[in-house]
């Protein structure tokens, strides 16, 4: 196995669209992609922030206090680290599958309308998987495992799972997500049916993975299966990265 570099894709959605009263818009749930980007850096990694277009917006309920804390409001409106992150977020074309070790899927409602068709942002976490590194995901960002599919096993090792080439990754995985029941009580389950695309829970079994509920939709809650990490919801974004991180390392511990 290669020595995987020590650097972070965040997939960040590029969609929006009204979800919440008063037609405020879902797009990127900040601390999704703010919680994991603080783990990484604090271990060690180099991050870059990539959507399909290249564009993102913001999801209103995340930015409101219930969500976002006022030190958490400062580094998402900057100046930080973060918010230059996102200033500078990456074309997912733009980017080298070669030059990342672990793939991670930011979400927030929207992910569930462009993730499944991001060509892009699929093939970036096929590959990094393939050359033997991490593709997490947390919420709703499990829908871009839609298109990241097992290829030919660039490592030695294990890269195609327990399914063949061009098989879901995930199929044979434990795996988690944002609940259909979380869903129900948001209220949000009939806009998400009229987007025409599955709740996360439906798409993994669609993709034959086994999905591990949470005991409840707003805990903390992560389910790691080998190179694959998921989380529940915003509540597990920070744990979720930090499985990710323990993973990582354990590939590096089992190439040493």
């Not at 680290?81 to 977020?89: C, G, M, N, P, T």
């Not at 096993?153 to 044979?172: E, F, K, N, R």
């Amino acid at each position: 196995m290669a020595t995987l570099p020590k650097r972070v894709l965040i997939a960040v959605t590029s969609a929006h669209a009204p979800l919440y009263e008063g037609g405020k818009e879902t797009g990127l749930f900040i601390t999704e992609a703010l919680h994991p980007f603080n783990v990484f850096r604090a271990a060690g990694f180099q991050v870059d922030l990539a959507s399909e277009t290249g564009k993102w917006s913001p999801d209103w309920l995340s930015t409101t206090p219930e969500y976002l804390s006022p030190d958490e409001k400062k580094e998402y409106e900057g100046p930080s680290e973060f918010h230059r992150a996102l200033k500078e977020i990456k074309k997912a074309s733009d980017c080298r599958p070669q030059d990342y070790g672990i793939f991670f899927a930011s979400a927030g409602h929207a992910s569930l309308i462009d993730y499944p068709d991001a060509t892009d942002l699929q093939h970036l976490a096929s590959s990094i998987y393939a050359d033997g590194g991490i593709v997490a995901a947390v919420c709703h960002g499990g829908a871009i495992f839609v298109g990241v599919v097992n290829q030919p096993d660039l490592t030695g090792g294990d890269a195609m799972g327990s399914g063949g080439q061009g098989q879901p990754i995930i199929a044979g995985k434990n795996v988690t997500g944002f609940t259909t029941k979380g869903e129900e009580e948001e209220g949000v389950l009939g806009t998400i049916q009229s987007w025409n695309r599955p709740t996360i829970e439906k798409m993994a079994a669609d993709l034959g993975a086994t999905y591990v509920s949470p005991p409840g939709p707003w805990d903390s809650f992560t389910v790691t299966d080998g190179r694959i990490v998921t989380g529940a919801n915003p509540a597990s974004a920070t744990k979720t990265a930090e499985d990710a991180v323990k993973a990582f390392d354990k590939l590096k511990a089992k190439k040493d």
